[in-house]
């Protein structure tokens, strides 16, 4: 068990430190657009709101009945399946900007994205699901490295496993 942990939190680190910036740039910004700008929404957060809708539940009540839409398990339990893709979006969002716990991270984002471009976006051509499909990539890049040398998952793996 420790060992999968081992494997889950080292990053894969490139040769030089300008290829791990050059990975922990994109995966910075998506992040935090992932999470203030797409994540928040669904959470019904009050900056995302119009001055009138101030009340958090009412605010993100949309993004169930959203979901429900989709079908099949997606209609057995709608809620359950929203907050999971605003979990995904927002908090994921966050870790994976800062580079913690970066493979959990993307394969739930991985997972969020794929939902949004077969269900949600699918029949709104390539310009329609360019967004959910630019933070499906990234999401796969960091699935396979960890957050690379700039990101929280390295400073840890560092003091845990003398690295």
């Known amino acids: 068990m420790k060992n999968v942990i081992q494997i889950i939190l080292r990053p894969i680190i490139q040769k030089h430190w300008l ?48 979901v429900a839409e989709y079908g099949g398990i997606f209609a057995v339990s709608p809620i359950f399946f929203a907050w999971m893709g605003a979990f995904s979006e ?18 739930l984002i991985m997972c969020t994205m794929l939902v949004a471009i077969f269900f949600q976006k699918w029949g709104q051509g390539t310009w329609g699901m360019l967004p ?28 845990l496993y003398k690295l």
């Open 90 to 107: 927002a908090v994921g969002g966050l870790f994976l900007a800062f580079g913690l716990k970066t493979r959990f991270s993307a394969f």
């Open 19 to 66: 290829g791990d910036l050059m990975f922990a740039v994109p995966r910075f910004i998506c992040g935090l657009l992932l999470a203030v700008d797409f994540g928040a929404s669904k959470f019904g957060m009050p900056w995302t709101a119009d001055s009138q809708h101030l009340n958090l539940f009412e605010v993100a009540a949309w993004f169930p009945k959203d």
């Open 132 to 159: 959910a499909m630019g933070f499906l990539w990234i999401a796969i890049f960091h699935f396979y490295l960890g957050s690379g040398r700039f990101g929280l998952d390295y400073l840890l793996s560092k003091k």
